[in-house]
Every structure is written in C-alpha cells, then in structure tokens.
C-alpha cells in the first residue's frame, strides 16, 4: 500500500491551499484516512481525519473552522483543504490510514503512511 500527498506548497497568510493523498496498492475504503503534520523540533501533531464513509469527521482545535476533511473512495484519495493559513500552520503534512478514526488520537496507531507534503505560510 502507497499513500502519495500533493499539493504543499509556499502560501501568504491568509491563503488557502489543498492537499490531496492519493491510496494506491490496494483499496483503503474500510480504514479511516487523515492528516497529521510536522513542524521543525516539533512532535507529529494529529490535524483532521474522516471515517471509512466519509460521513464522520474530527479535528484538531488548531484547524476546526479553517480546515475541511474529505475523501472519495471512488478515487481512493482523501482532501484537506485549508483556508485562512496562518505562519504556525507551516509544517510537513503526512497523510495516514488507520482501522478507525479513535486511532488518529496517536501516531503510532496508524497502518499505513504516506511521504510528506511541505506547507509554508509567509506572514
């Protein structure tokens, strides 16, 4: 199984940007997807993560009301979209698939990881 993240890149603040982590090898549409990221000398930090369906979604305080969670089985990709970026959002963003969303309350509980995307927001 490969996660593969895009869509990272340099943003002023107050931008918005999408990122998109596309599953390949075998389907995920059982496994709860989502995002965490990292910021240099920080700790992987838990941001968003969506149900099996999509129906279900949970955030970090630090993103809830600028960052929307999504995903298409369909097309085996999971979306964050996120608006209103401020300087402190500047992280590397990982996408990640777990057995349940519960799972996304700590790093080691997920099955499968994908390579970072790096977000930058100029103030």
């Known amino acids: 199984v490969q996660l593969q993240a895009s869509g990272g890149g340099l943003v002023q603040a107050g931008g918005s940007l999408r990122l998109s982590c596309v599953v390949s090898g075998r389907t995920l549409n059982s496994h709860a997807l989502g995002w965490f990221r990292q910021a240099p000398g920080k700790e992987r930090e838990f941001i968003a993560t969506?149900?099996?369906?999509?129906?279900?979604?949970y955030y970090a305080d630090s993103v809830k009301g600028r960052f929307t969670i999504s995903r298409d089985n369909a097309k085996n990709t999971v979306y964050l979209q996120m608006n209103i970026l401020k300087p402190e959002d500047t992280a590397v963003y990982f996408c990640?698939?777990?057995?349940?969303?519960?799972?996304?309350?700590?790093?080691?509980?997920?099955?499968?990881w994908g390579k970072g995307t790096q977000v930058t927001v100029s103030s």
């Open positions: 969506v149900s099996w369906s999509g129906g279900g979604t």
């Open positions: 990640a698939a777990g057995a349940t969303m519960t799972t996304f309350l700590y790093a080691a509980g997920m099955d499968y």
